[in-house]
């Protein structure tokens, strides 16, 4: 079976079991985040971590991102938003515009889009040669080598909709007025070539998928489930590098 066919939560989970374990997982996060900023624990200062997001239009990446930073203090993340490159980002290697981003020790990073654009919209959209973007999956697969060899925490997610609950949800923010704004064209143009952007994301999921940065593909029909698993597989995933590393 596929990774996205397979995309369902292990469980029913109502939506206040799954408020109260968001919250128990939001405050483990913060003491994560201290120990890894050096504000609290024996180390004065730990690895970096960079959160990265994929996933498919209203998919629930915004809302994910939101709980992901809520319980931190503002000085200690960075959130960065990634749409289509510049002119003068085309200039460079496509990977260019992300390093400066990319958080350094004791910091913490997430990224709503990332360098996957280019085996996803540009390869179906057209944006880059079949050339290019087949020699992406090698050199983001090297580059995420890169990060990690140097203690880079990395940690993955797909956001996972279905087609029915991705169309329930455009037809929700077409009859709102506060969020008409983040429904466009374009989102209805992608929904329309989903066979060919489903193609793209099992593609990018079995050859960029590695022990140092694997993929988590988050069901996120049910927003409330898809919050909480992000927060507390970021937090299992802290846990398990500071494990190895003999940190506390």
């Known amino acids: 079976m596929s990774r996205l066919g397979s995309a369902e939560p292990p469980a029913e989970l109502s939506k206040k079991k799954a408020v109260a374990r968001l919250e128990e997982a939001q405050q483990r996060l913060l003491r994560l985040r201290l120990i890894l900023g050096g504000q609290i624990g024996e180390q004065k200062i730990g ?100 990060l990690t060899a140097e203690g880079m925490i990395m940690v993955k997610f797909w956001m996972h909709v279905s087609p029915e609950e991705q169309l329930r949800r455009f037809e929700d923010r077409a009859a709102d007025p506060l969020r008409q704004w983040k429904l466009t064209d374009e989102d209805w143009r992608n929904r329309d070539k989903r066979p060919a952007y489903e193609e793209a994301v099992e593609d990018m999921l079995e050859r960029t ?40």
């Not at 996120?220 to 489930?225: A, E, I, L, M, S």
């Open 47 to 146: 690895p970096p971590l960079c959160v990265a997001f994929e996933g498919w239009d209203a998919s629930g990446k915004g809302g994910a991102i939101k709980r992901l930073a809520q319980p931190l203090d503002p000085r200690h993340v960075r959130v960065s938003q990634f749409a289509a490159p510049t002119y003068d980002e085309k200039r460079h290697h496509f990977l260019w515009r992300f390093w400066p981003k990319l958080p350094g020790w004791g910091g913490m990073a997430v990224f709503d889009r990332s360098w996957y654009g280019r085996v996803l919209v540009e390869r179906v959209e057209g944006f880059a040669t079949e050339e290019q973007w087949s020699r992406a999956y090698k050199e983001i697969v090297e580059f995420e080598r890169t």
């Open 209 to 248: 998928e590695h022990k140092w940065a694997p993929w988590h593909v988050i069901p996120g029909d049910n927003k409330h489930y898809a919050r909480l698993a992000v927060v507390e597989t970021v937090c299992d995933r802290i846990e398990a590098e500071l494990e190895r590393r003999g940190i506390k």
